[in-house]
């Protein structure tokens, strides 16, 4: 026998409605009765007032099962109320949405435990005859359509590029005449290929002259600095569509916060629903997630685009990427930069940056200062115009960095830029309005601008006496050269050494290379006066064991002060010399350069140092992954001992050698020059004027070429 208390927690059978309670429910939803009046239909009872059939009609109404079937019924009055809608609704019938309608209302019946099986099986008939309209054959060929247009096919046999539509498909073929699409048009360039896609996701927008430059280009990296309204957010929108309608593909939008990527996601599904209307949403699967703000489109082809946020570096890593469009890099932090690109590894990925730069920070100032190393094997930054494809750069690192103006967009107020330049500062104007790196708010040396490197003159260099700063170190030894001539500061030279050899025989090879880098200057060795060395760690056992090898340093030396740790104050000399370097750099009368030759990596590290957030440490912030702060430091360093005067200037001295030889020579070469002018008929090749200045003097001739009589003297070669 079965135990008490396991038939007392036996659950319960469902009761099934009997057909007068589906009746009874029936007419209180169809016939909008009350329940006594459905009653006595249904049942027959009598239903007096506070009787206990009336009772019982009000008990029966309460029961789940008769609440359960009353919404069910519902539910499938509110399907055919719809259905009656898109029939009477409009003369113009949309059948794609009717279809849609009965193949989920036939679903329904299917799935509906409760319908009748005869129902059921009569649906599951029905819709192995329908298919389902999501994934229509015909939506998949208007995508095709368009790639048919557009897109490159490759040989694997000949190897050979040509257009695909010059491969016959009959299938595409009856698709264009059953809807009457044009046939296929000429497009040979890229831009002609990109334009045929372009044109049909937006007829009115045009790109301008300076979106067009990005379009056109074969680069693998592209970084347009444009300022407000120049048609950067649409233009990270059209290379969001070409590579979306790529089979397979993985394409981000990179911002600092998802709503800095708000208007590329809105023109993007523009475009979409101008391409594929009305069937954007059988194609395109769309999916948000609340918690973490982030968006995936998906296409039926299997191309996958995601807006990505910064702030979530752990989201980015483990995919590969064909394209990262990164909107707005200026406010993106650089420290992304590696994470991005080791996604482009495998599939060969692009990345594309347009926005408005925020000084000289953000990902942007990364990705355009490429790090290399010169024939020499000194680390340098390569400038941008050495990264493109007709400098020779190779694809793989080749970038195009280019200015946008927004004048070439038609919606652009030109008025406003005479307002504005009223209204900002130097540096925000030639950010927000010119598109142009300068200084960024929280910069240390907010007056140095990209203008203080340049070729300097050789007769700046000829004035000038010279001290040498040094931050050495057991791994991590620097050296910066700098000219002063009582009135301008020149930066002339650097040095970098990481590899693990003795500081001493550092300080060697700097010690040979300083008077070569006088001499090729066009300045004097022996006007090198000073050197200053770093406090820590100590160097005289060093400068000792030159002097014992009867070597001693070619300079006086001093040290650098050493501060107490906490606050600084007016007399820290850091703080003092980092002021001194903005009043040098002032914009109306400069007196500080850097030689755009062999200083442009450490004019570019003091254009992105920042002021440090804490009282503690240097008072900057100079992020490095190759030499961190140490040329800067040896820079900061010898600035000082200018600042300081801790050096005089030594008087010129000059080599006049013999007066009489010069005459000579100066002689012997206007014989030369007169025997070539007689002889100037003859066919015989004759060496020119500049060869026989070299023969006669023994030197290359200044400024070349031949010189009137009338400034001819034979000091003046």
Known sequence: MPNKSTTKNAPRKKAKLKASEKKFAELMVLDKMGCIEAARLAFGWPCEPKSSTAQKAVNLNRAQRIIKYKFQIAQKLDQEVTAQ???????NIEFDSLRQFIYRRLEGIRDDPNAH??????????????????????????????????????????????PLRHIKNEKLNKFREDVDLAPDEEAETLLDRRMTILTRADNRKKPHPGQIIALNAPERNIAGLGPARCGKSLLLAMFALLAFLIPGVEVWILARIYADAASEVEYLDK???????PYTKHIITRRYDSKTEELTLESKWGSVLKIKSAKAKGSISGRELELALVAEPGWVPDDIYNHLRARMTSRLGRTLLFGTPQGFGGILGRFTQMTGKDGQGRARRIPTNERTIEAGCPWNISLLKYSMDPTENPEYVASELAAARQELTESEFASEFEGLMASAEGAIFAQLQERHMTVIPRDLYERCAWVLGIDQGPKNFAACLLGFDGRTV??????????????????DIVRDLVPNWIRKAGGDPNRWVLTIFDCDPPILNELDEFEEDKREWPTDVTFRVKDKKGRWNQENWRRETYEYLNSLAQPTHPHIYFDDLNCDYLHDQLLRAQTSKTDEGKGWVIKDPVRGDHVPDAFIMALFTILSGQFTMPDRKFDTGDPYAEAKRAFEFSLREAENKELSGFTEKRPTSDENFKDVFGRPRKGGGSRSKKHWNYKDY
């Open 85 to 91: 809608q898109v029939l009477s609704d409009t003369s």
């Open 271 to 277: 475009f979409l629903n101008t391409l594929f209307f």
């Open 117 to 162: 099986g005869n129902s059921r099986f009569k649906a599951i008939a029905a819709l192995e005859k329908m298919v389902d309209p999501s994934a229509d054959v015909n939506l998949i060929l208007m995508w095709v359509d368009m790639m048919w247009r557009a897109s490159m096919a490759h040989c694997p046999c000949c190897h050979k590029t040509f």
């Open 490 to 507: 020149v930066a002339a030279n650097e040095y970098f050494d990481n590899d693990p050899r003795t500081m001493k025989s550092k300080m």
